[in-house]
């Protein structure tokens, strides 16, 4: 079980490097985050799941700061791609309260309090949760489809992995026609 001061400790550390970060190293960040949330067990991929944990439920109409939560001893938390990107913004960018979470998750708000529309472009989260999800893009009157990546990673952690890592190899963009049914 964490201490107090180890979760403070490593908000210290997670909040220097991210206010250094560049907008792409940012995402890399997130990415790198949301990977090692699944592979801890801490995160569990879930399609049609924004987010969906017990505690972050208990502490959604307070103005406790999310942060500390997150980097604590949680129950795992199911959640869909971008979701998993919103707790893990979150765990970088100390600047959700659990009332946050209220809007977020529970009333589907575009609001995020954490940044998370300032790092990732409305396109890239849609193109994420497009290949998470299954869904067809489609930009410009042309659609992209995402049927073989999604039929590949039939697992949805392994899915999501797959993506996070894209972003990474990618010094965090998403270069989706690349990931486009051929």
Not at 15 to 41: E, P, Y
Not at 71 to 92: F, H, K, Q, R, V
Not at 110 to 129: A, C, H, M, W
């Amino acid at each position: 079980m964490k201490t107090t001061k180890e979760i403070q400790k490593e908000i210290e550390r997670r909040n220097t490097i991210f206010q250094a970060a560049s907008t792409k190293q940012k995402r890399v960040l997130i990415a790198r985050d949301v990977i090692d949330q699944i592979k801890r067990g801490k995160f569990i991929a879930e399609q049609g799941t924004y987010v969906s944990s017990t505690a972050l439920r208990e502490l959604a109409k307070t103005v406790t700061p999310l942060q500390p939560v997150l980097l604590g001893d949680i129950e795992p938390c199911n959640c869909c791609a971008y979701g998993s990107l919103m707790l893990s913004c979150t765990m970088w960018n100390n600047k959700s309260l659990g009332r946050d979470y209220y809007s977020q998750f529970v009333n589907y708000s575009d609001y995020t309090s954490n940044g998370l529309r300032d790092i990732f472009t409305n396109k890239q989260l849609v193109v994420i949760e497009c290949l998470f999800e299954g869904w067809i893009y489609e930009k410009g009157g042309k659609r992209y489809y995402f049927r073989d990546f999604f039929d590949k990673y039939t697992d949805p952690n392994d899915r999501l992995i797959a993506i996070m890592q894209h972003i990474m190899d990618n010094d965090g963009e998403m270069n989706y026609k690349e990931l486009a049914d051929k």
